[in-house]
């Protein structure tokens, strides 16, 4: 039994074609308006197996996308525009399809690390000396002089 997983992406798009839009180009969709999603797709055919013909998004159209393993890849039905202005929707398969939607507030909801008082103070402390004439480098000789004790009291617990 296969398994299909299907995803319909509603409103205006606009695509960009990188490369020839043949198996070796990527094919970039991107929403026009909200919810801001991206589809990025490889090695787009048609499902006649010729090149993909040159498609403008409609306005208010949008994107079907059905992920399946028995295609081993993705069908995309996209609502678009023919040079003669008439409505099409054809049928396209990529090897591969990647959708970015993005997320409100993902990172505002994410709890950050803070640091206590004491971290604060050694931090502004180093930045205060980094910009002074000559501080990074009185901090990298520091560093360095602090690696070399460690590697001295590695070797000697090692022994």
Do not use: N
Request: charged share 25%.
């Amino acid at each position: 039994m296969t398994r299909a997983t299907g995803r319909p992406l509603a409103g205006e798009f606009t695509m960009q074609v990188r490369g020839d839009g043949t198996a070796d180009g990527v094919w970039r969709l991107t929403a026009a308006t909200t919810p801001h999603w991206k589809l990025y797709l490889r090695g787009v055919r048609t499902r006649a197996g010729g090149e993909p013909a040159t498609l403008t998004p409609e306005p208010g159209g949008g994107v079907e996308i059905d992920w399946s393993e028995e295609d081993d890849g993705a069908t995309l039905t996209l609502a678009c525009a023919s040079p003669g202005g008439d409505r099409q929707t054809p049928r396209v398969h990529a090897s591969v399809a990647i959708l970015h939607e993005s997320i409100d507030g993902l990172y505002a909801d994410l709890p950050l690390a803070e640091h206590d008082r004491a971290a604060r103070r050694f931090w502004i402390r180093i930045m205060r000396l980094a910009g002074l004439p000559g501080g990074g480098w009185l901090i990298a000789w520091l560093a360095r002089r602090r690696a070399a004790r460690a590697a001295a009291a590695f070797q000697a617990a090692k022994r």
